[in-house]
């Protein structure tokens, strides 16, 4: 089956081709996607000072034959605002000194409840499929994340490595992350993490892994990102937070699920590794067990 793309998939798809007042109009629908479908064409233009004109071209420049084509996939899109670090910052510490907001815990968990629950909605399923059948198939699967993203990645290949032979974390701890890519080619895939602000390694990987016919999954939480226009698959991830940085919890979400689907697939030799592994860290003493 073909998977549908979202408007930020779509966008994303486009979004280095695009002018610089074309890239102005496709940032207002990527991030207001609710008011795009909800509000006339007239009222977005007098708020964005864009003209009617600039988003009927995106339009066509996105694929769609109208403006309306473009909003009614608007319709199913997740409206979010992307602040700076420092503006989140700012705003958390005058929201809490005017004593105006729930407790912060409470904040928190209604965010990322919000982001989880909005990301059954933008991960298309079949995609996610796909994605998954290629990833069991590769020869080598190399993930990689730098800066934020770094411990996810870590996480993600920490599970892996319990089920599969074939994980291969890039760049850990100093080591080199050219000659992980030197070795890889169209039998391996490659999964990058990365999210504003974008490490320039974690995009320029995904440009090197490209080049070499790689399968390429980019996760991500920004159409913006500059590594999707190599992605061979590419999800975008609500990441909204009441505190200064963006939330990883949706992107954990998924990580988890692939690594799921992907025991599902691997048969008994997934479990005998499993149970191989437990048995020599239980041998080596890597798990805490009460004293005698």
């Known amino acids: 089956m073909t998977a549908t793309l979202t408007i930020q998939e779509k966008i994303a798809a486009e979004y280095d081709g695009l002018s610089a007042k074309l890239r102005d109009a496709a940032d207002f629908v990527a991030e207001n996607p609710l008011d795009v479908a909800t509000r006339s064409l007239r009222s977005i233009s007098a708020s964005t000072g864009l003209a009617p004109a600039t988003f009927s071209r995106l339009a066509r420049a996105l694929g769609f034959e109208t403006y309306e084509d473009m909003r009614e996939l608007s319709r199913s899109a997740v409206g979010r605002q992307v602040l700076s670090f420092s503006e989140k910052a700012r705003r958390l510490q005058e929201e809490t000194a005017r004593g105006e907001v729930m407790p912060f815990h409470q904040r928190q968990a209604a965010a990322v409840t919000a982001n989880i629950e909005a990301s059954l909605q933008t991960v298309d399923p079949d995609r996610l499929e796909q994605a998954v059948e290629r990833l069991h198939a590769a020869r080598n699967v190399v993930l990689f994340g730098a800066l934020g993203s770094t411990g996810i990645a870590e996480y993600m290949a920490y599970m892996g490595n319990y089920f599969a032979t074939n994980w291969i974390l890039a760049g850990r701890m100093g080591a080199s992350l050219s000659s992980t890519m030197a070795d890889l080619g169209p039998q391996d895939a490659m999964i990058v993490i990365t999210k504003p602000p974008f490490a320039k390694r974690a ?90």
């Open 203 to 292: 995009i320029l990987a995904a440009e090197m892994a490209a080049a070499k016919g790689v399968y390429l999954v980019v996760i991500t939480d920004t159409h913006a990102c500059p590594a999707l226009k190599h992605a061979s698959a590419g999800f975008i991830l609500p990441s909204d937070s009441p505190q200064f940085f963006s939330s990883y919890a949706a992107t954990l979400v998924l990580l988890e699920t692939i690594v799921g689907m992907l025991v599902a697939r691997s048969g008994p030799e997934a479990k005998a590794r499993i149970e191989d592994v437990v048995a020599r860290s239980t041998q080596l003493e890597e798990f805490w067990a009460p004293q005698n």
